[in-house]
């Protein structure tokens, strides 16, 4: 059994850059299950109220005049209508929107992560793990994107280079593409960036195919794993035992950043992946594995996203337990399963685990899944 540190605050629900009012209540709900399940009470769990990130350490990843225009528009949101905030990201109605206090609860966001580097590097062995709204892997150098204004996981990966890593493995299992931590390391050999997520004309961030593979220095240091909509348990599994976890021991990371988002599991809103909580909770344990033999038993685990509030928090405790090498019980506290009721509106699970199979057309999903083995075959191969 491992120590897991859990950098941690309420007041980073303060983080809310969007009209998706619903935010904080999911991730609330989600801590909460981790409270009542008494993983947070372990003898091997320790909450840690991390300290804010500072602007010159996000300066180590965003560009100067960026940051400027972030505090701008948190200081007055309306000062966001002016010509030039689109420029940063910033768009009435679209998905990131400017509003007051953002860059303070982005700066939080971002000291969590950092506060997580520094525990794993000063002490192997100990994992850290940073439940939403940390995650924020699409914010680009300077631009905000995605929901996500600060790219905490790319200032994760910074922390560990300037902490003595001469190698980081950033592995990225969220729908959607990490293009935020692509893109800032795409010319550093220093950096693996892997990232294995749904891929289709019109899904967001639209980047993330096979051929970005890296730039300059860094060429072939970035690896995608670009899965078609509706690829299930299968695909998924191979990607990461076939794909990511031999990319990552070859190249012998000292630590291991990895980006877990909930949202490629099947019953999530905002995307197509239909991965189940069995693979889920495979894929953790693989992962955990592959830190311990490939990179020094160093692990950052970022939860990142996930937008079904009844599946959110059991797919954090399936992540924390298998950070802890313990498997978290079935039962579902009757004080979480009253509290989710009566702010859902809805009946939840009968149980951690309970998982009905997935709702899609059973031969679209047969279908998806062989062209996504494909996929995951091309990739294999170009690791050579």
């Not at 996000?58 to 000062?79: Q, T």
């Not at 693996?192 to 860094?218: D, T, Y």
């Amino acid at each position: 059994m491992s120590n897991v540190t859990i950098p941690w605050s309420n007041r980073l629900q303060a983080y809310n850059p969007s009209e998706d009012e619903q935010r904080p209540l999911r991730r609330g709900l989600a801590w909460d299950l981790l409270g009542a399940s008494g993983l947070l009470d372990s003898p091997w769990a320790n909450v840690v109220d991390p300290p804010v990130a500072s602007d010159g350490e996000i300066a180590r990843v965003h560009m100067e005049p960026y940051i400027r225009a972030v505090r701008r528009y948190s200081a007055d949101p309306g000062l966001a209508m002016e010509w030039e905030a689109p420029q940063w990201g910033f768009v009435p109605g679209m998905d990131t929107v400017a509003r007051a206090g953002m860059h303070e609860a982005a700066a939080g966001v971002c000291g969590a992560a950092l506060e997580g580097a520094r525990i794993v590097w000063r002490d192997p062995g100990t994992r850290a793990f940073c439940p939403a709204p940390a995650g924020l892997h699409h914010a680009l150098a300077n631009r905000a994107s995605g929901f996500c204004i600060y790219n905490d996981c790319a200032l994760a990966v910074r922390k560990l280079l300037e902490l003595g890593a001469e190698r980081v493995a950033y592995v990225d299992l969220d729908a959607h593409h990490g293009d935020g931590v692509q893109w800032i390391f795409y010319e550093d050999p220093r950096v693996l960036s892997i990232s294995v997520h749904e891929h289709a004309p019109g899904f967001f961030p639209g980047s993330g195919a096979l051929e970005e593979r890296g730039a300059g220095a860094g060429a072939g240091a970035t690896l995608n794993v670009p899965l078609p909509p509706f690829a299930g348990d299968e695909p998924f599994l191979a990607a990461i035992e076939e794909v990511v976890a031999p990319a990552v021991e070859r190249f012998a990371p000292e630590a291991l950043v990895v980006h877990l988002g909930a949202d490629v599991h099947h019953s999530d809103p905002l995307a197509h992946l239909q991965v189940g909580l069995a693979a889920l909770q495979r894929a953790y344990a693989e992962i955990v594995a592959l830190a311990t033999r490939a990179a020094g038993d160093r692990l950052l685990a970022i939860a990142g996203g996930g937008y079904n509030p009844m599946t959110l928090g059991r797919i954090w405790a399936l992540q924390l337990s298998a950070l802890a090498g313990t498997m978290v019980g079935d039962e579902l506290p009757n004080a979480w399963r009253e509290a989710a009721r009566g702010a859902l509106g809805e009946e939840p699970p009968e149980n951690l685990r309970h998982d009905p199979a997935p709702s899609a057309d059973p031969e679209r999903r047969r279908a998806a899944d062989r062209q996504a083995l494909r996929t995951v075959a091309q990739a294999q191969e170009m690791l050579g």
